[in-house]
């Protein structure tokens, strides 16, 4: 055990009040107490987090500090002189991104006969989707509908999102868990087939598909499976650096770098999906991340100099049980499914202060604000934290049943001498999710830029200003596949005229004339980690 | 402070860094190697000996303190063999693995990859139960595999323990599970339309009658 003396006099009082907390069921707050409490402490409301963007079709928009630095930035082929008609791949459909809304959509493109090929800058299934934890949600048992779910989506998503696209989330969700189940996903079943599922915050029904704490990794793995035995080319280590359009302003393909030598190779296409994920790296506002190593943001930074719209760039989801402690994975995930299966956040003092299924955005705002003017925080040594009281569980459901649910929890924590089922653990928030991203349509193409299709967490517009638990794994499913059905038959329509790189010309001169001139080049492609190197 | 010795070069880290930590402090921006960091993807497999020792060790780098004196060489990649079939024309007998992993049925015993799982896993376990083509036994067994590859690396017969697993796993999952009948359900009612009316009808509520119903929902005890 590596508490310190002031973590376990905290300690003490979360166990003396233990029986009475697991009795409790908190409160669930009004919607004015939680928009209260939003606006006073959830990190997308401090505006010195923000900037207006200056340049591009979002002008005039507030966007992350990081980000915009990014949108501000050089192209990496500014300065280089390639030749577009050397082409060294040609293909019908180009998939940007080897996670899971990057494989459904090859999958799909390739079912449908199309010429496919995956790119991507690190290996395939290097991805949030491989460290999803908690599950997917999806309408299928008898007391749940899609029209259900759909209600449970926007708000959540504080009615900002996109009806059309909520619509074939929830629509196409059962079809989805049927097509991994078809697949070979283990979903976790009762003997008799039934499907174990479960609450996550903000859902009114218990439709929370998993696979142990393995979910994502159990999907991805199998994807990538998948993605191989249809022998699909997938060219790793190969980051897009920027799109090609033609001279009819379609997408038409990438400049892609080999990250290991640097070589430069053209890739020609009749459309392009991009499916780069999240920006977690991008360390908005200092938070430390629970995201994979390669989430930058590259396609958002891609699209928008190729002229497609970025919605709800401002908006991160800051997952509220960020490991607090040990200081070796600082950062990282403790799933929700925790919380779903009855541990309780409780503050310093052993109080259990909220419900623990708020959504996320509440649940985060609400750890802030103990850690902060309550002062009702336990010191890390890094900051403040609160406990989550995972002993809770099995005394809830029975010895054993966190070691079977949540095995890869366990795991992590027991490396570091940490035994969850018998002491709690210390929580922060961690940023986890980019709630926007490009705009699209219901058949997955942006709104400006043709054949150019986005799928997983790139998209903005379905989640609107807050995702729940669940429904990311399932947006990446179904608008992966949607994409990869919707590019196929687009390629098939598709003339690829001239190819060119004006529109990079033009957004740099854009920046020119704005006044920006900055000493950085994008997209960003890894952090920075390495001490004593210069970023570039 | 602690002395590592990345790829056999020197250098001095602080303590309780983990050893991917430990490597980036020493200056490496990686590439290859890093992945998740955070003990899902495998990406970071990693052997260490502590100097004076003879046993081996493997570790995932992001999952795993530094100590003093260790020897540490990653092993970004290791080549499995994966077989290709199509999981719609395959059948869950133990045919199936006879195969498309014949090496599996010439195991010593030897229980190399067991001691080298970075999961700590019971890996001769499973293989054994895919020999005996009891594949929900080794998708269970199998089932927290990260498929990085150390203990194919470790094998004198030759045998890629993930991708076998990975094959037990689909098996599994596609044909030896009970089916989920509220499901099969569910999408038939969707594909006949049946859903269709309730979602248009929540999709033409203005949204301060949205919020009147979601403010007011029940929720599932």
Redesign the interface.
């Known amino acids: 055990m590596m508490y310190t003396p002031e973590m376990l006099a905290s300690m003490k009082k979360v166990e003396a009040a233990r029986e009475k907390n697991i009795a409790l069921e908190p409160r669930r707050l009004?919607?004015e107490e939680k928009e209260a409490l939003l606006k006073q402490y959830h990190p997308d409301y401090k505006d010195e987090g923000f900037v207006t963007i200056e340049v591009g079709p979002n002008k005039g928009e507030k966007a992350p500090v990081e980000l915009n630095e990014m949108l501000t930035a050089h192209s990496r082929v500014a300065d280089m002189d390639l030749d577009l008609t050397k082409v060294d791949y040609d293909v019908d459909v180009l998939v940007i991104g080897g996670g899971g809304a990057g494989s459904s959509a090859a999958i799909e493109a390739h079912e449908a006969g199309a010429n496919v090929m995956i790119v991507t800058k690190?290996?395939i299934?290097?991805a949030n989707t491989?460290?999803a934890e908690g599950g997917i949600q999806a309408?299928?048992?008898?007391?749940d509908?899609?029209?259900?779910h759909?209600?449970?989506v926007?708000?959540g998503g504080h009615?900002a999102n996109r009806?059309e696209l909520v619509?074939k989330l929830?629509?196409d969700g059962?079809?989805a868990?049927?097509w991994l189940?078809?697949?070979?996903?283990?979903?976790d079943?009762d003997?008799?087939?039934?499907?174990i599922t479960t609450?996550g915050g903000g859902t009114?029904?218990?439709r929370m598909h998993a696979a142990?704490d393995?979910s994502?990794?159990?999907i991805m793995?199998?994807l990538r499976?998948?993605v191989?035995?249809r022998?699909i080319p997938v060219v790793d280590?190969t980051a897009a650096i920027e799109l090609i359009l033609d001279t009819e302003g379609k997408a038409a393909g990438a400049v892609l770098q080999n990250?290991?030598t640097g070589e430069i190779l053209i890739a020609r296409a009749k459309t392009v999906v991009i499916a780069t994920g999240g920006a977690g790296r991008m360390h908005y506002q200092g938070f430390p991340t629970?995201n994979?190593?390669g989430a930058t943001a590259d396609g958002l930074i891609l699209g928008y100099r190729a002229g497609a719209k970025l919605l709800y760039q401002d908006t991160l989801q800051y997952h509220p049980t960020g490991v607090a402690f040990p200081?070796?994975?600082f950062g990282?995930?403790v799933t929700e499914k925790v919380r779903s299966m009855g541990a309780k956040l409780i503050n310093s003092e052993g109080e259990a202060y909220i419900h623990p299924l708020e959504t996320r955005d509440v649940n985060a705002a609400g750890v802030i604000r103990e850690c902060s003017t309550n002062n009702k925080g336990v010191d890390t040594g890094m900051g403040k934290a609160v406990w989550l009281d995972t002993p809770m569980i099995d005394m809830i459901h029975g010895k054993g049943t966190l070691e079977k649910r949540l095995?890869?929890m366990l795991?992590?924590y027991l490396?570091?001498g940490i035994d969850m089922r018998e002491v709690p653990i210390l929580i922060y928030p961690t940023l986890h999710y980019q709630n926007g991203g490009l705009e699209i349509r219901a058949n997955g193409e942006t709104t400006c830029v043709k054949n150019l299709f986005v799928a997983g967490e790139a998209v903005g517009g379905i989640h609107g200003r807050n995702r729940l638990m669940g429904n990311s794994l399932l947006d990446i499913i179904v608008f992966g596949r949607n994409a990869g059905q919707q590019s196929a038959k687009a390629a098939k329509e598709t003339t690829v005229k001239e190819l060119t790189l004006e529109h990079v010309k033009k957004y740099e001169a854009e920046l020119k004339n704005a006044g920006i001139n900055s000493d950085k080049y994008s997209p960003k492609l890894?952090p920075?980690?390495?001490?004593?190197?210069k970023d570039i | 402070m602690v002395n590592v010795y990345l790829m056999g070069k020197k250098y001095e880290v602080p303590e309780?860094?983990?050893i991917m930590?430990a490597m980036?402090?020493?200056?490496?921006?990686?590439?290859?190697g890093?992945?998740?960091?955070?003990?899902?993807?495998g990406?970071c497999s990693t052997i260490y000996r502590i100097k004076g020792e003879r046993e081996l060790h493997a570790c995932l780098a992001c999952?795993?303190?530094v100590e003093n004196d260790m020897y540490i060489a990653t092993l970004p990649f290791f080549p499995l063999e994966?077989q290709?079939?199509?999981?719609n024309e395959i059948k869950p007998d133990a045919q199936v693995m006879m195969q498309l992993y014949p090496e599996i049925y010439s195991c010593i015993g030897c229980n190399a990859c067991t001691k080298a799982c970075t999961?700590?896993l019971n890996v001769m376990q499973y293989i054994a139960y895919a020999q005996r083509g009891d594949f929900a036994a080794c998708?269970e067994e199998s089932?927290?595999c990260?498929?990085c590859g150390v203990c194919s690396s470790r094998c004198p017969a030759g045998i890629s323990h993930p991708q076998v697993a990975?094959l037990a796993?689909?098996?599994?999952?596609?044909y030896l599970?009970?089916?989920?009948?509220?499901?099969?359900e569910?999408?038939k009612e969707?594909?006949d339309g049946l859903?269709e009316k309730?979602?248009e009808?929540?999709?033409a509520k203005p949204?301060s009658e949205?919020?009147e119903?979601?403010?007011h929902?029940?929720?599932?005890k």
């Open positions: 009004t919607a690190l290996r299934g290097d491989m460290m309408a299928d048992k008898p007391n509908s899609p029209a259900q759909y209600l449970d926007m708000g009615y009806p619509k929830v629509m059962p079809i868990i049927k189940n078809e697949l070979g996903v283990e979903f079943k003997e008799d087939g039934t499907m609450h009114s029904r218990k142990a393995y994502g990794a159990e793995r199998t499976d998948e191989l035995n022998q280590f990250m290991e629970s994979h190593y200081a070796q994975i990282a995930l095995p890869a795991r992590m490396k570091y890894l920075n980690y390495a001490k004593g190197r | 309780g860094l983990t930590g980036e402090y020493a200056g490496y921006q990686l590439v290859r890093c992945g998740c960091r955070n003990g899902f993807c990406a999952q795993t303190t994966k290709v079939y199509d999981i999961q700590g998708a089932f927290d990260v498929m990975e796993r689909r098996l599994n999952g596609k599970m009970p089916e989920a009948k509220h499901l099969t569910r999408v969707i594909q859903m309730e979602i009808a929540i999709m949204i949205l919020k119903l979601y403010n929902r029940d929720i599932e």
